[in-house]
């Protein structure tokens, strides 16, 4: 698959909520997931790791309202999407939570997310 495909399967795989079925299909065993500097989530290395993030993250909501996601802008072998999540977290109630995924690829495998977000602020 070109990036342009991958990045067309992302963006289709997101729009549906099937998270888990894009990380198994899209992703090399060996990618890694980069969580901006101060977030909870840190880096996940291995196909594995990353799986746990994701279920990690879906325990703690109660409730997803709306996902909005952007198409795709694709260079070379990297593409970026914009996401826009409105979720009610256990315990903490109903935020929108907006985010530039970059993802990079190589031999038709997803090998690197990123996420750009700001960080809550401190209580």
Not at 38 to 47: D, N, R, T, V, Y
Not at 55 to 71: F, G, P, R, Y
Request: charged share 25%; aromatic share 10%; net charge negative.
């Amino acid at each position: 698959m070109t990036t342009q495909e991958i990045a067309d399967q992302l963006v289709a795989f997101c729009r549906q909520g099937q998270y888990n079925e894009a990380q198994s299909e899209l992703y090399s065993e060996n990618a890694v997931s980069v969580e901006p500097e101060g977030s909870q989530w840190g880096k996940a290395e291995g196909l594995d790791a990353i799986k746990a993030k994701a279920e990690q993250w879906a325990s703690m909501v109660e409730e997803v309202h709306s996902v909005t996601v952007s198409d795709p802008l694709v260079a070379a072998n990297f593409f970026s999407i914009s996401m826009s999540n409105d979720v009610s977290f256990k315990g903490m109630g109903r935020m929108t939570m907006e985010e530039i995924c970059v993802y990079q690829v190589e031999d038709g495998k997803i090998v690197k997310e990123q996420f750009f977000f700001p960080n809550p602020p401190a209580e």
